[in-house]
């Protein structure tokens, strides 16, 4: 094979490889943005019980901050289970844990 075979073949598996890893990215988009809404929603200060629901309530918070973050960057596999985790703390928040 000739080196100009070898690159074009080279340069169309790596095309091949982003357009794949791209499709990848958006399986958990509407989860991410589900997720992140109903943690919006149920963050309420208000319902914090004590000094340890505190501590939950700024990890939910936190939580919520980077799943935002990893939504803009279109890391939505890592936004859900962050916003996921948020919802974790603010239930635990509620309770006073």
Aim: proline share 0%.
């Amino acid at each position: 094979m000739s080196s100009s075979k070898v690159i074009f073949i080279s340069s169309l598996l790596v095309l091949a490889g982003a357009i794949s890893a791209c499709a990848g990215k958006t399986q958990y988009r509407s989860a991410c943005a589900q997720e992140i809404d109903a943690a919006w929603s149920e963050l309420s200060i208000a319902k914090a019980d004590g000094f340890s629901g505190t501590v939950s309530y700024t990890k939910a918070l936190g939580l919520i901050t980077t799943a935002r973050t990893m939504q803009g960057v279109e890391n939505f596999d890592n936004c859900y289970n962050q916003a996921k985790s948020a919802r974790f703390y603010i239930r635990e928040s509620r309770k006073g844990q």
